[in-house]
């Protein structure tokens, strides 16, 4: 069992930078990779960054490539996700993910979710 609790959201001027964190509970965190979806009103849950749990292999959605940077402690059992240069395209909430390795990251991969996090990028 793995519980996800988001935070670091908020409201950001187009260009700047927000950082969000998530805080996994269970013996099991390292055994997934652990990613970010997001989802906008109206709009399906899309993959956003994900982590191998060695930390050593990233994956990013091709409109957050150069922008946002994934980072996992498996020490403290947190994943964060830095993101910079924001765009009001990235107004939506994001949630933390935590998925079974050695499959397709889509939202069927899932195991776990957190309750999510707002991030709203003004013009």
């Known amino acids: 069992q793995v519980q996800l609790v988001e935070s670091g959201g908020g409201l950001v001027q187009a260009g700047g930078s927000l950082r969000l964190s998530c805080a996994a509970s269970?013996?099991?965190?390292?055994?997934?990779?652990m990613g970010w979806f997001r989802q906008a009103p109206g709009k399906e849950r899309d993959f956003v960054a994900g982590?191998?749990?060695?930390?050593?292999?990233?994956y990013y959605a091709d409109s957050v490539k150069g922008r946002f940077t994934i980072s996992r402690d498996n020490a403290k059992n947190t994943v964060s996700l830095q993101m910079n240069s924001l765009e009001p395209e990235d107004t939506a909430f994001y949630y933390c993910?935590?998925?079974?390795?050695?499959?397709?990251?889509?939202?069927?991969?899932?195991?776990?979710w957190g309750q999510g996090t707002q991030v709203t990028v003004s013009s």
């Open positions: 269970g013996r099991t965190f390292s055994r997934y990779l």
């Open positions: 993910a935590a998925l079974r390795l050695f499959q397709p990251i889509t939202l069927q991969a899932v195991d776990y």
């Open positions: 982590i191998m749990w060695t930390g050593d292999m990233t």
